[in-house]
């Protein structure tokens, strides 16, 4: 019974991504959602182009901004992704992402696993940034065409959330689309399909090592309002919690790293009790709690 018991965390994903992709005539017709609630970013990677998407994607949204021709600064797109980060910092991604969704359930697939070496883990979590920085923020502002417009550099050419969102549901139901298909589309299926392999085998390697929303997302894990911690008179410094963790925290040392998605598989393999989550806010009951449990970082 253990087995088929569903976690809270499936439970939220599985309704987050519904309701995120919940235009269900879009896929039938293989038509964009167009509705007011586009001007209306979702926290979690999610393609605008995909035919159920109800909001747009943060990060899209944000180059599509840069990227214009008065090279505009989003204030709103910017405040709304930083609004998430100070508020639950990377508890976007494990619970509210439905890419992060798609690596979680490709990973239970009962398939021997790998461990990546630290020597090769630790310097690609620093690729993740770089994207950041690079295709996402610097190029839609630099690199433009006559007219001063720039492609959504991330979008084109790298997500595969776009790839599995967007264009196969708009080519199946498109004839006229399919006949368009060239370098372009097979090289970012020949990544979302590399993705979905890795991904059996690496937990979240997007996550871990490519994903520019998880990058600044992670910025915020600090000091977000939503806080993991660790009560250091119940633990016993077994590091059950870190053998648990697939994210490779050091969560005895630095339990609300950069790395943290907040899943909570540490907090359900600590034999003590010793570690608790939630959101902490000044002059609330949160005080007595984060007294009770203080933070050890």
């Known amino acids: 019974m253990d087995k088929l018991k569903i976690s809270e965390q499936r439970i939220i994903q599985t309704i987050t991504t519904i309701i995120t992709n919940g235009y269900i005539v879009g896929f039938m017709k293989g038509k964009i959602f167009t509705g007011?609630?586009?001007?209306?970013?979702?926290?979690?990677?999610?393609?605008?182009?995909?035919?159920?998407?109800?909001?747009?994607?943060?990060?899209?949204?944000?180059?599509?901004?840069?990227?214009?021709?008065?090279?505009?600064?989003?204030?709103?797109?910017?405040?709304?992704?930083m609004l998430f980060g100070v508020l639950l910092g990377r508890f976007v991604c494990g619970f509210l992402c439905p890419f992060g969704f798609l690596q979680d359930l490709l990973h239970k697939i009962k398939l021997p696993k790998i461990k990546v070496p630290k020597r090769i883990d630790k310097p690609l979590r620093y690729l993740k940034y770089a994207i950041l920085l690079i295709p996402v923020i610097l190029l839609p502002i630099f690199l433009t065409n006559q007219y001063g417009m720039a492609q959504p550099y991330f979008c084109q050419w790298i997500c595969p959330a776009g790839t599995l969102e967007g264009g196969i549901p708009l080519l199946i139901k498109n004839e006229p689309l399919r006949e368009t298909i060239g370098f372009l589309f097979n090289?970012?299926?020949?990544?979302?399909?590399?993705?979905?392999?890795?991904?059996?085998?690496?937990?979240?390697?997007?996550?871990?090592?490519?994903?520019?929303?998880?990058?600044?997302?992670?910025?915020?894990?600090?000091?977000?309002?939503?806080?993991?911690?660790?009560?250091?008179?119940?633990?016993?410094?077994?590091?059950?919690?870190?053998?648990?963790?697939?994210?490779?925290?050091?969560?005895?040392?630095?339990?609300?790293?950069?790395?943290?998605?907040?899943?909570?598989?540490?907090?359900?393999?600590?034999?003590?009790?010793?570690?608790?989550?939630?959101?902490?806010?000044?002059?609330?009951?949160?005080?007595?709690?984060?007294?009770?449990?203080?933070?050890?970082?």
């Open 36 to 81: 007011n609630s586009k001007f209306i970013c979702v926290p979690g990677l999610n393609c605008y182009s995909c035919p159920g998407a109800v909001g747009s994607c943060p990060i899209g949204s944000l180059q599509a901004v840069l990227g214009g021709r008065k090279h505009n600064f989003s204030f709103y797109v910017l405040g709304f992704i």
């Open 187 to 297: 090289w970012k299926m020949g990544i979302l399909v590399l993705i979905i392999a890795v991904s059996i085998f690496i937990y979240r390697p997007f996550c871990k090592y490519i994903c520019p929303l998880g990058a600044f997302y992670s910025l915020f894990n600090k000091f977000s309002f939503y806080q993991m911690n660790v009560d250091k008179l119940k633990c016993n410094g077994c590091k059950t919690c870190e053998k648990q963790c697939k994210m490779n925290v050091k969560i005895t040392k630095d339990i609300n790293s950069v790395e943290c998605i907040r899943c909570g598989e540490c907090k359900k393999a600590c034999p003590k009790g010793a570690i608790t989550s939630g959101v902490y806010l000044e002059g609330t009951v949160g005080v007595t709690k984060t007294n009770e449990h203080t933070f050890h970082q």
